[in-house]
T-cell receptor, first 116, second 114 residues
Framework: AQSVTQPDIHITVSEGASLELRCNYS??????LFWYVQSPGQGLQLLLK??????LVQGIKGFEAEFKRSQSSFNLRKPSVHWSDAAEYFC??????????????FGTGTKLQVIP | DGGITQSPKYLFRKEGQNVTLSCEQN?????MYWYRQDPGQGLRLIYY???????QKGDIAEGYSVSREKKESFPLTVTSAQKNPTAFYLC?????????????FGDGTRLSIL
């Protein structure tokens, strides 16, 4: 079974600073990988996904993530954080099967605080 | 606009009562999912359905039930057997015929015990 670890529960960055959120996964083959963002009391919005091909993935809102097979990681990055980026971020992994993936396992999330 | 609608946004349950959370999607997606979210625990899968009239238990199905009578609807019932129902519940759907499509989420229902 797959699993996801987000080692940082909370991260605080200054507005304009760069950001990297860590995600490590456990899965025996190349997984489907996702990053979602959640504002308080809201559902999850997809930031980006990796299925195959180029290991550097561009997403919405200026985010990117890099799939590193050797490190089993899929870290999320943004060069300059805006106050509106304050939210909770979830990494997720889907196991490959027939028809793509069926079940997705989520990490426990990283809460991002942005200070002026 | 296509999307997923969850209702109600807030729900209160009395002891011994069953309550049903609604999830409707107009995205024409085959697969639908229910997750429970608790602080610090991320999302945990309760049930999922890949086609009409079929569904599978997820990781924490005890105390919950679902039905999938229509493609666009996947209601979740929280039964009195669920002793700790207070949580944020999220419904999601996916076009399972396209392997590269992500899950799309509704805005959630927050369930509390009176």
């Amino acid at each position: 079974a797959q699993s996801v670890t987000q080692p940082d529960i909370h991260i605080t960055v200054s507005e304009g600073a760069s950001l990297e959120l860590r995600c490590n996964y456990s899965y025996g083959a190349t997984p489907y990988l996702f990053w979602y963002v959640q504002s308080p009391g809201q559902g999850l919005q997809l930031l980006l996904k990796y299925f195959s091909g180029d290991t550097l993935v561009q997403g919405i809102k200026g985010f990117e993530a890099e799939f590193k097979r050797s490190q089993s990681s899929f870290n999320l990055r943004k060069p300059s954080v805006h106050w509106s980026d304050a939210a909770e971020y979830f990494c997720a992994v889907g196991a490959r099967g027939s028809g793509g993936y069926q079940k997705v396992t989520f990490g426990t999330g990283t809460k991002l605080q942005v200070i002026p | 606009d296509g999307g997923i609608t969850q209702s109600p946004k807030y729900l209160f349950r009395k002891e011994g009562q069953n309550v049903t959370l609604s999830c409707e999607q107009n995205l024409n997606h085959d697969a639908m999912y229910w997750y429970r979210q608790d602080p610090g625990q991320g999302l945990r899968l309760i049930y999922y359905s890949q086609i009409v009239n079929d569904f599978q238990k997820g990781d924490i199905a005890e105390g919950y039930s679902v039905s999938r009578e229509k493609k666009e609807s996947f209601p979740l019932t929280v039964t009195s057997a669920q002793k700790n129902p207070t949580a944020f519940y999220l419904c999601a759907s996916r076009d399972s015929l396209n392997p590269n499509q992500p899950q799309h989420f509704g805005d959630g229902t927050r369930l509390s015990i009176l």
